[in-house]
């Protein structure tokens, strides 16, 4: 099954379970999943879909720490919900030896030799690890183990 049949039947159950929150998310996630298939002029692969359902989380922890920052409570939890929610729809997380196994591959594929080559190592390792680690957490470790080299 694939990840927009999943949506689609588990949207269908929120319908019927009248699960609000769940279907609001649902119906976000397929609308900006249709607005990609119509901007393409085609339907998307799995690895597309997630990487609308992986931006589609970004938005919302942006959005979480909005709501920490302003107080707000009531948003956060919210928010929280709505990333719940959707990351059951993502690959289950690579864990952190293995996504720093990829790292390490990627910076002695590439020959890097300090900082000033992170772009090169992130380009090889993204495409590995997508939907499966958060972008911030690889570059945060490509940096720390780049800066290790200098």
Known sequence: MTIKERLESDGVDAL???????L???RMVRSQIKNSEIAKRR??????????LVSA????????????????EDL????????EILEAYLPEAMPEDELRSIVDNAI???GASGIKDMGQVM??????VKGKADGKQINVMVRSLLQDLS
């Open 16 to 22: 019927k379970s009248k699960n609000k929150v769940k």
């Open 24 to 26: 609001g998310v649902i």
């Open 43 to 52: 339907d998307l692969t799995d690895d597309e879909t997630i990487d609308v």
């Open 57 to 72: 989380v970004k938005a919302r922890r942006e959005a979480l720490a909005f709501a920490n920052e302003g107080q707000r």
């Open 76 to 83: 956060a939890q919210e928010a929280q919900q709505d990333i």
């Open 108 to 110: 002695r594929d590439s």
């Open 123 to 128: 380009g090889k390792v993204m495409p590995q």
